[in-house]
């Protein structure tokens, strides 16, 4: 059945080691959406991507990096210039070309803890 | 500068009673919202939505009120159950769709027994 799949759901780093996680949607979304979740804070955007080999950065892009070589994936690299990269990560696809009043689809999330 | 504000951390209501989310946004461009749910550990799943055209969507259980005027919408959740102790989060658009969304910073909300 269709979806989007973040994995692992938890992942533990240490501190100055960049970590990718992973997303995988077989929606046949165009776009692709990174955001992150702290506690008592609502989603913020990281990155999203509107197309194959295209993206933009969101809200907080500093010290993530992107790619977005498949349309059904679309990989997050949180690197060691990322100052507090302990949260939960969130990946959410959209339907975008002919799309009116849908909404953004979420995976199951992945929790980094950065020892 | 938060754009979309729910004021209100937690929120503990009486299972069988009603319960009132309240969201409020400050960008006189957004025209499309939405609430989603979140369960701990989980990824958020879509409620209900409203356009700006509208000012009220009702699906089952749930209603999404909007007033443009006091750039204020609510989700009523009628009767209410212990399932839908979680977390809500309004979202808001400034085009008719949710390519880019922004969101408030959520309601724990609690269904007593």
């Known amino acids: 059945d269709g979806g989007i799949t973040q994995s692992p759901k938890y992942l533990f780093r240490k501190e100055g080691q960049n970590v990718t996680l992973s997303c995988e949607q077989n929606?046949?979304?165009?776009?692709m959406y990174w955001y992150r979740q702290d506690p008592g804070q609502g989603l913020r955007l990281i990155y999203y991507?509107?197309?194959?080999?295209?993206?933009q950065k969101g809200d907080i892009a500093e010290g993530y990096s992107v790619s977005r070589e498949k349309k059904e994936s679309f990989p997050l690299t949180v690197t060691s210039a990322q100052k507090n990269p302990t949260a939960f990560y969130l990946c959410a696809s959209y339907p975008w070309r002919g799309s009116s009043y849908n909404e953004q689809f979420f995976g199951p999330g992945t929790r980094l803890t950065v020892l | 500068d938060q754009q979309v504000k729910q004021n209100s951390p937690s929120l503990s209501v009486q299972e069988g009673r009603i319960s009132i989310l309240n969201c409020d946004y400050t960008?006189?461009?957004?025209?499309?919202f939405l609430w989603y749910k979140k369960y701990p550990a989980e990824g958020p799943t879509f409620l209900i939505s409203?356009?700006?055209?509208?000012d009220k969507n009702e699906d089952g259980r749930f209603t999404v009120f909007l007033n443009k005027s006091a750039k204020h919408l609510s989700l009523h959740i009628v009767p209410s159950q212990p399932g839908d102790s979680a977390v809500y989060f309004c979202a808001a658009s400034d085009i008719q769709g949710a390519q880019k969304l922004v969101f408030g910073q959520g309601t724990r909300l609690t269904i007593n027994p």
């Open positions: 409203i356009s700006s055209i509208k």
């Open positions: 991507s509107q197309i194959v080999n295209d993206f």
């Open positions: 929606l046949n979304h165009d776009a």
């Open positions: 960008n006189s461009m957004f025209d499309y």
